[in-house]
């Protein structure tokens, strides 16, 4: 080593040292805590966004047991695919995250399509979280305004979808300390949020439901199988697609990773920020839906109103049960921290197209990897706000499978959205935790790591990504089969397949005719002699 190598290695903090190791030089300001870290994926999640914008999707598939027995089920479940990323992320912690490891683990074209499979994920639930809250947004005020209500239309809901889009956008450019910032904030409105909508529910309505309800209940809204809550197919089809609910929710906890470069101890903060906010997460999240369903309302003959919570979702439940004030009140916390959860969705997805690009991956790398005067990926963000607003279009064709007396909205592309998003992260998560496995004993870890526990979490955790995707590839509705008798029609199609499908055929036929000849995976961005400082 040269004196000149050997000054420049004193000088590194520990942070800087690691990550000159992997080949990149400290571009991002490190000014985010482990506490900050956390927070973000915390945010991400979000119990207050995905178990209310997507309880629909679990209840109308199963009912009360689809909630109170299949979130603790996948949560676990999910948890072990974090403990599985938190051993990669303290191995290798960059902004490039997901596809860095593949690279790392499996050579340019496991990289090449993790990354593709990953960016196609965070922009989905970046444009998912962003039209639930505008969802939100409008029922808060429609809550609280009849005239407001009386002239709801998908168009005004997708117009405060672009705004949304818009501000988290620009807050995001601004800087990202004061991300940091927000994030921290957030885990606080979450927190306190959650508990003050949990003490609303449990003593401002007149009436609960019984345990035996909120843990026996069953109830078929899908269409299929004519209502019937006892066959082989209830259990073995109509109830796993409620797994939505969860998978969703607790999804985008990569972000961890995607911040890591921004991050201080980064190979232990960043792990333990994934496997905790998940943990939490879950706990959270189940307290909070069990007292969503414990307040639901009966309907006029003294029943559950099971009905009319498969039509009108948790704002049902909680006008139904408590009020308009009340309602809106509850409403209105869940917005915000919708707004809280885009805001960090936007961050992630910045950052790893920011990443992917330094790497050369995407059309018009040069621009997207350009960073402002304050250290910030100003492009990408735009660039991720676009493309959640185009893959989001599909929201403005109303989808009513109900009759005239009767109609029963059905969010077709917020759900085929959410799919998207759950499919495109998970399977670009399963890449590297499956290369892991068969590296055996061979993976060099990091600070944090599951010792030999690898041998059968790995595998658990890829098996468990396989099969919730098989479910959520299946048509939401009778009339989204294409190979049904009657009734099809494209506006019903579960589209989120389609365009997983698409993607990767498109990713395979540019990757053999061009792409595997000048990407090579991740570039180094700082001197190979110092790189080679470190391995010596």
Avoid at 180 to 192: L, R
Avoid at 310 to 321: H, N
Avoid at 438 to 463: C, P, Q, T
Wanted: proline residues 4%.
């Amino acid at each position: 080593m040269s004196a000149a190598e050997s000054a420049a290695r004193r000088e590194l903090t520990d942070d800087e040292q690691h990550l000159a190791k992997l080949g990149y030089s400290q571009e991002l300001n490190r000014s985010w805590s482990g506490f900050s870290n956390f927070a973000i994926s915390f945010s991400i999640i979000s119990i207050l966004a995905g178990c209310f914008t997507n309880f629909g999707a679990g209840f109308n598939n199963g009912g009360p047991i689809s909630i109170s027995w299949s979130w603790p089920i996948l949560g676990l479940f999910i948890l072990i695919i974090g403990f599985t990323m938190s051993e990669l992320v303290s191995a290798y912690p960059t902004s490039g995250g997901i596809y860095w490891w593949a690279a790392k683990l499996g050579g340019p074209a496991a990289g090449f399509f993790t990354g593709w499979l990953n960016l196609i994920g965070l922009v989905a639930v970046t444009a998912g979280v962003s039209y639930g809250c505008a969802t939100f947004i409008d029922l808060t005020i429609s809550t609280w305004s009849e005239s407001f209500a009386e002239s709801y239309s998908l168009t005004r809901v997708f117009i405060i979808f672009l705004v949304v889009l818009l501000l988290v956008s620009v807050l995001n450019i601004f800087s990202s300390h004061l991300m940091a910032v927000m994030n921290n904030v957030s885990v606080w409105w979450h927190v306190v949020g959650a508990a003050a909508i949990v003490v609303i529910l449990l003593f401002v309505p007149d009436q609960h439901q019984s345990l035996s309800y909120v843990f026996t209940e069953r109830f078929n809204n899908s269409g299929y199988f004519g209502g019937e809550t006892g066959t082989l197919g209830f259990w073995f089809a109509i109830v796993p697609f409620g797994f939505l609910l969860t998978q969703y929710t607790i999804t985008g906890f990569d972000a961890c990773a995607h911040l890591s470069e921004e991050t201080a101890s980064a190979s232990t903060a960043a792990a333990k920020g994934i496997w905790q906010s998940i943990l939490y997460s879950v706990i959270g999240g189940y307290i909070l839906l069990l007292t969503v369903v414990f307040a639901i309302p009966d309907d006029a003959s003294g029943n559950p109103d099971n009905a009319g919570v498969g039509a009108g979702g948790v704002a049902y439940i909680f006008v139904q049960s408590m009020g308009a004030n009340w309602a809106g009140l509850v409403l209105f916390i869940s917005a915000s921290a919708q707004f809280f959860c885009a805001t960090s969705c936007m961050t992630s997805a910045s950052r790893m197209t920011f990443a992917f690009s330094r790497d050369g991956a995407i059309p018009g790398s040069n621009t997207l990897k350009k960073l402002t005067a304050l250290r910030v990926p100003a492009n990408a963000v735009i660039f991720v706000a676009l493309c959640a607003a185009a893959v989001t279009l599909p929201a403005l064709v109303e989808v009513n499978i109900g009759t005239p007396e009767a109609p029963l909205i059905v969010p077709v592309a917020f759900y085929a959205v959410t799919s998207i998003a759950v499919m495109g992260l998970y399977l670009a998560f399963a890449i590297p935790i499956w290369l892991r496995w068969k590296h055996g004993d061979r993976f060099e870890v990091g600070a944090w790591n599951n010792g030999s526990k690898y041998k059968w979490m790995n595998l658990i955790a890829v098996a468990e990504i396989v099969i919730v995707i098989f479910y959520l590839s299946m048509p939401f509705v009778p009339a989204g089969n294409p190979f049904s008798e009657s009734d099809f029609a494209w506006k019903f199609v579960n589209y989120a397949p389609l365009v997983t499908l698409a993607s990767l055929l498109l990713l395979a036929v540019w990757w053999n005719a061009s792409a595997k000849k000048w990407f090579t995976g991740p570039k180094t961005t700082i001197d190979e002699a110092v790189v080679e400082a470190f391995d010596s």
